[in-house]
């Protein structure tokens, strides 16, 4: 019985060291990095040997602690299957060591200096007793009789003395005063280790089984949180009116692992959460009061830094735009990226953009001209909302956040005012009228606006302006003459559009007429 209970044990000896030996921690390279604007798939590669039972236990360390576990993916060799696979976070063994052997050097050297620090403080309390007893018997009492030179030795002992002491207890008190510096920077050494051992890694442990004594090379795939990138353009624009646009990927991620000149592309959109297909959902539509010269926004853009990180772009509602295609977009050549989260501007293409210039005019609250780059061609450009730095004429404009229009409408580039295409706006006095009949007071109001191209050649003009709108029955609005102007009655804008010849100038005018009650006073004007 106690030779079968020896055997068994043996059996079990040799299973566990066939098991462990069967089993190794690894870090494999990342091999290829796929970027979305929130989150990023990250490839890595590296061979596994099954054993002769077919198996292998396998612990991938070095990854980043914040993974979508559910995201995994791996390619097996021939005939493998993958037995179970566990993600855990963890303190890199290599790491605990190396820092707790810095801990104990600095456990050490916190103690050698408080005890050098209590010794410096002993032997200054002594120095300060004696200090202290000398100046206590600094005078001579009593009826004996010194002679001069008895006088002149004591006082030059008191003199010499005390003047020593005030030395010796300055360099102590200096000393201390260094002890103390060196103590505190031991102990933000002390507080950085201990915050560095809160620092863990993720770490996937994954079971193959296939043929016995089999090897693959197995390429495994997941996707992280804490990366993320927006596109930006530089957009330079020739007299014409066509850009040369150059797209560029401003790109973070935050990882702790350094992404080291891997190929990287970088995709519209997010990752699929799941294996299974998402739930679909309506689409509903609504309305919005919008320009009639334009049907979006520009969001102006005061400043930037697409190295520092100036916004996470990344976090914007990108489901406001008209951008319905999902793009992928690859660098010519490797990348690196910080996994400190510092952002990088990667260049991916430049192409050209056919635009066309044009100018828009609003009196009402500016003399010069905004200078436009209308483009139609922009939807073949696999244009995608983001920030734009333009230049005109070798000088740098500004910069804009570009949302994108509809499918089918034109893609409007501001930029800047433009001096030489200039308006003004005057109320026209003379047709200016207030009158009463009845219970009802009209009032009429008239204006002109006059509009010049100072440029050399023919220009595209939209002028814009506004008639007042009443939400009130007892308020009637009537629109006088538009001077060929296009009103629109739910907003009360009015366009103009106009060619320009050079150096030509021309007048506009528009005016209403508004009734409301006599006894009432109208707001708004």
């Not at 920077?185 to 280790?193: F, I, N, Q, V, Y």
């Not at 959109?269 to 309506?282: C, E, F, M, R």
């Not at 893609?411 to 005057?426: A, I, K, N, T, Y």
Request: glycine share 6%; aromatic share 8%.
């Amino acid at each position: 019985m106690n030779l079968n209970k020896s055997l068994f044990s043996a059996l079990v000896g040799a299973m566990s060291i066939t098991l462990a030996s069967s089993q190794s921690s690894v870090q494999w390279p990342i091999e290829a990095v796929t970027v979305y604007q929130q989150g990023a798939k990250v490839e890595r590669a590296g061979e596994v040997v099954l054993d002769a039972e077919g198996k292998a236990v396998l612990t991938l360390v070095g990854l980043s602690p914040a993974v979508h576990q559910e995201m995994l993916q791996v390619s097996l060799g021939a005939g493998w299957s993958l037995a179970s696979h566990v993600f855990h976070t963890a303190v890199p063994s290599d790491q605990a060591a190396l820092v707790a052997q810095q801990q104990a050097d600095l456990e050490s050297a916190i103690r050698a200096n408080r005890q050098t620090y209590a010794l410096r403080e002993a032997l200054l309390f002594t120095y300060e007793e004696e200090l202290a007893m000398i100046r206590s018997n600094r005078s001579v009492n009593g009826g004996e009789l010194l002679l001069v030179d008895d006088l002149r030795d004591h006082a030059n002992f008191w003199r010499e003395r005390v003047k020593e002491l005030s030395y010796l207890m300055l360099e102590l008190r200096m000393e201390m005063e260094a002890l103390t510096e060196e103590w505190d920077r031991l102990e933000d050494d002390r507080a950085r280790l201990e915050q560095t051992l809160n620092v863990e890694e993720g770490q996937w442990t994954l079971r193959f089984a296939g043929p016995p004594r089999s090897k693959a090379d197995v390429r495994l795939s997941y996707v992280v949180t804490g990366a993320g990138w927006a596109p930006v353009y530089d957009a330079e624009v020739s007299e014409s009116g066509t850009m040369e646009m150059k797209r560029y990927a401003s790109v973070y991620q935050t990882t702790g692992n350094d992404w080291e000149e891997v190929p990287m592309a970088f995709v519209v959109g997010n990752p699929l959460q799941s294996i299974a297909p998402p739930t679909v959902t309506k689409k509903e539509l609504g309305l919005t009061v919008q320009s009639a010269a334009n049907s979006y926004a520009w969001e102006a853009q005061a400043s930037f830094d697409d190295y520092d990180g100036f916004e996470d772009l990344t976090r914007r509602d990108l489901t406001a735009s008209n951008s319905v295609d999902r793009y992928e977009f690859e660098p010519a050549s490797p990348v690196f990226i910080q996994g400190d989260g510092t952002r990088e501007r990667v260049f991916i293409e430049a192409f050209e953009l056919a635009g066309e210039l044009n100018y828009l005019l609003l009196p009402e609250y500016a003399d010069e001209a905004y200078q436009l780059v209308n483009s139609g061609a922009w939807a073949t450009a696999q244009l995608v909302p983001g920030r734009v730095q333009v230049i005109a004429g070798g000088m740098y404009r500004g910069a804009y956040y570009m949302q994108l229009p509809a499918p089918g409408d034109t893609l409007q580039v501001p930029l800047g005012q433009d001096v030489r295409v200039r308006s003004s706006r005057e109320r026209v006095l003379d047709r200016c009228t207030s009158t009463v009949f009845g219970g009802s007071r009209k009032t009429q109001q008239s204006f002109e606006i006059t509009v010049e191209n100072q440029h050399n050649r023919p220009i595209d003009v939209v002028i814009q302006d506004a008639v007042p709108v009443s939400n009130s029955s007892d308020i009637e609005v009537e629109v006088l003459g538009l001077s060929g102007g296009e009103l629109d009655a739910v907003s009360g804008e009015v366009v103009w559009n106009l060619q320009l010849a050079p150096n030509e100038r021309k007048t506009l005018s528009f005016g209403y007429i508004i009734t409301y009650p006599k006894r009432r006073s109208i707001q708004g004007l």
